[in-house]
């Protein structure tokens, strides 16, 4: 239960912030316009709000419905729907008074806040904490695969050497590359042998959904028991590290883990190497095939991560490049959303996913890492040119520059209402995603 609600706080602070710096961005632009704000909200305030208080033209607060926030701004049409307001003449203080190009830096702000606040966040991550990952060089026991990676050839102990013939350098973007980046083959060695891998067209939609195509392979060392692990009845210890079954060599997890499932309900003979000594310990497996244990899997335990540090200077261009590294790599993702052929919409999630990203304990790292990731997302999301979204806007902006013609009020209502059912539509799709993947 405690990791459920460090998970939640760590999510309404995220979007709460994130909010709160976008509807800022057109709050400023707008006041620096002269346009009149009337209302300034953390999250949505139907029929009431939890707080709120006036100060001079703007009243602020704080609504009960947490699915966003925003800004009421005069002579605007928006989610608030104010139509006996634009039925009065104009005034020089709202927003559809105000010239073509201020309207649309207003209505831009909140997604160029987003994308600031993205780069100062990963400035500072680079400058706090720096940068650690795990090259790929390092990995020296290879990789494990599951059916899906032995379908195009991949064999578990592979080390991956390049993709398309291009070094790779971090482990860990292998996988996005592959989705990303279009790969059309990987390049491994397989023993002492170099062996290139062809990439079947229609591979990615397989992909996209698949949580054990590439992981790091690792020797199996017990860190912890489960409650009523045989393991633990039979004399195994932590730290012990399992190097024969059966008198068969076995010296990673994945080939102890094969093993395993082929002896369910069987008895076996572990050999273990514990303080440079070996010991032999015979157990019956369950029906489960499982030996109730957790593995050792800190991977600064096996391998050497490679760690840059930033001074502050330094880290303001790395900043830089890592914020449109980020918004290159979410267009890329959501293009793939909208592709038929991959069928990524499927794992498309709302907030049940979006919670499940930050750590089930408090860690500023996770938590600025992911904020500086949601505020890329939200910057982009907001850019669909959907009504009610502020791409939708722009986008009618850019009709009215374009064409020197502004879209009438009546159509722009009706495009506002036809965009909210389009975005509550999403709205549940994503969620009840959610929902049906907790009963799965």
Same mark, same amino acid.
């Given at each position: 239960?405690?990791?459920?609600?460090?998970?939640?706080?760590?999510?309404?602070?995220?979007?709460?912030?994130?909010?709160?710096?976008?509807?800022?961005?057109?709050?400023?632009?707008?006041?620096?316009?002269?346009?009149?704000?009337?209302?300034?909200?953390?999250?949505?305030?139907?029929?009431?709000?939890?707080?709120?208080?006036?100060?001079?033209?703007?009243?602020?607060?704080?609504?009960?419905?947490?699915l966003g926030g925003y800004v009421k701004i005069s002579g605007m049409i928006d989610e608030s729907m104010d139509k006996e307001q634009m039925k009065q003449p104009p005034q020089p203080y709202e927003f559809r008074?105000?010239?073509?190009?201020?309207?649309?830096?207003?209505?831009?702000?909140?997604?160029?806040?987003?994308?600031?606040?993205?780069?100062?966040?990963?400035?500072?991550?680079?400058?706090?904490?720096?940068?650690?990952?795990?090259?790929?060089?390092?990995?020296?026991?290879?990789?494990? =695969?599951?059916?899906?990676? +032995?379908?195009?050839?991949?064999?578990?102990?592979?080390?991956?050497?390049?993709?398309?013939?291009?070094?790779?350098?971090?482990?860990?973007?292998?996988?996005?590359?592959?989705?990303?980046?279009?790969?059309?083959?990987?390049?491994?060695?397989?023993?002492?042998?170099?062996?290139?891998?062809?990439?079947?067209?229609?591979?990615?939609?397989?992909?996209?959904?698949?949580?054990?195509?590439?992981?790091?392979?690792?020797?199996?060392?017990?860190?912890?028991?489960?409650?009523?692990?045989?393991?633990? +009845?039979?004399?195994?210890?932590?730290?012990?590290?399992?190097?024969?079954?059966?008198? =068969?060599?076995?010296?990673?997890?994945?080939?102890?883990?094969?093993?395993?499932?082929?002896?369910?309900?069987?008895?076996?003979?572990? =050999?273990?190497?514990?303080?440079?000594?070996?010991?032999?310990?015979?157990?019956?497996?369950?029906? =489960?095939?499982?030996?109730?244990?957790?593995?050792?899997?800190?991977?600064?335990?096996?391998?050497?991560?490679? +760690?840059?540090?930033?001074?502050?200077?330094?880290?303001?261009?790395?900043?830089?490049?890592?914020?449109?590294?980020?918004?290159?790599?979410?267009?890329?993702?959501?293009?793939?959303?909208?592709?038929? +052929?991959?069928?990524?919409?499927?794992?498309?999630?709302?907030?049940?996913?979006?919670?499940?990203?930050?750590?089930?304990?408090?860690?500023?790292?996770?938590?600025?890492?992911?904020?500086?990731?949601?505020?890329?997302?939200?910057?982009?999301?907001?850019?669909?040119?959907?009504?009610?979204?502020?791409?939708?806007?722009?986008?009618?902006?850019?009709?009215?520059?374009?064409?020197?013609?502004?879209?009438?009020?009546?159509?722009?209502?009706?495009?506002?209402?036809?965009?909210?059912?389009?975005?509550?539509?999403?709205?549940?799709?994503?969620?009840?995603?959610?929902?049906?993947?907790?009963?799965?």
């Amino acid at each position: 239960m405690s990791e459920i609600l460090i998970k939640t706080l760590q999510l309404i602070l995220s979007l709460s912030l994130l909010v709160i710096i976008h509807e800022f961005g057109h709050f400023l632009f707008a006041r620096l316009f002269k346009t009149r704000v009337e209302k300034f909200y953390l999250f949505f305030d139907p029929w009431f709000a939890i707080f709120k208080k006036k100060i001079g033209e703007t009243e602020y607060g704080i609504g009960w419905l947490p699915l966003g926030g925003y800004v009421k701004i005069s002579g605007m049409i928006d989610e608030s729907m104010d139509k006996e307001q634009m039925k009065q003449p104009p005034q020089p203080y709202e927003f559809r008074s105000k010239k073509t190009w201020q309207r649309l830096l207003i209505m831009i702000a909140g997604v160029l806040f987003n994308v600031i606040l993205a780069f100062v966040i990963y400035m500072m991550i680079l400058f706090v904490w720096g940068e650690k990952y795990l090259p790929a060089s390092e990995v020296k026991y290879g990789i494990m =695969t599951d059916s899906l990676g +032995q379908s195009i050839g991949l064999r578990n102990g592979d080390k991956i050497i390049s993709l398309d013939n291009k070094p790779v350098d971090n482990f860990r973007k292998i996988m996005g590359d592959i989705v990303l980046e279009n790969v059309h083959s990987i390049q491994v060695l397989r023993n002492d042998s170099h062996v290139n891998i062809i990439v079947p067209n229609n591979f990615i939609a397989k992909l996209i959904n698949d949580k054990e195509f590439l992981e790091v392979r690792i020797p199996f060392i017990v860190e912890d028991f489960a409650k009523n692990s045989v393991a633990q +009845q039979a004399g195994l210890k932590k730290g012990d590290r399992v190097i024969a079954i059966n008198d =068969t060599s076995v010296t990673y997890f994945d080939e102890v883990r094969s093993f395993l499932m082929r002896n369910k309900n069987r008895e076996i003979l572990l =050999t273990v190497l514990r303080n440079n000594d070996s010991a032999k310990i015979k157990l019956k497996l369950p029906e =489960t095939g499982m030996l109730g244990v957790s593995i050792m899997a800190d991977l600064e335990k096996f391998f050497k991560l490679k +760690q840059i540090n930033y001074g502050f200077f330094e880290a303001i261009p790395a900043g830089f490049n890592k914020t449109f590294s980020m918004l290159d790599n979410y267009m890329k993702q959501l293009k793939l959303i909208f592709s038929p +052929q991959t069928k990524a919409y499927e794992s498309l999630g709302g907030f049940i996913s979006i919670g499940k990203i930050f750590p089930s304990e408090w860690d500023w790292f996770s938590f600025w890492s992911m904020s500086a990731f949601l505020s890329i997302v939200l910057a982009i999301m907001n850019l669909l040119p959907i009504p009610g979204l502020d791409g939708g806007h722009v986008l009618f902006l850019l009709y009215e520059i374009v064409t020197g013609r502004k879209p009438s009020d009546k159509f722009l209502e009706r495009a506002q209402i036809f965009g909210m059912i389009i975005l509550l539509a999403l709205l549940i799709y994503a969620n009840g995603n959610d929902i049906i993947k907790l009963f799965k």
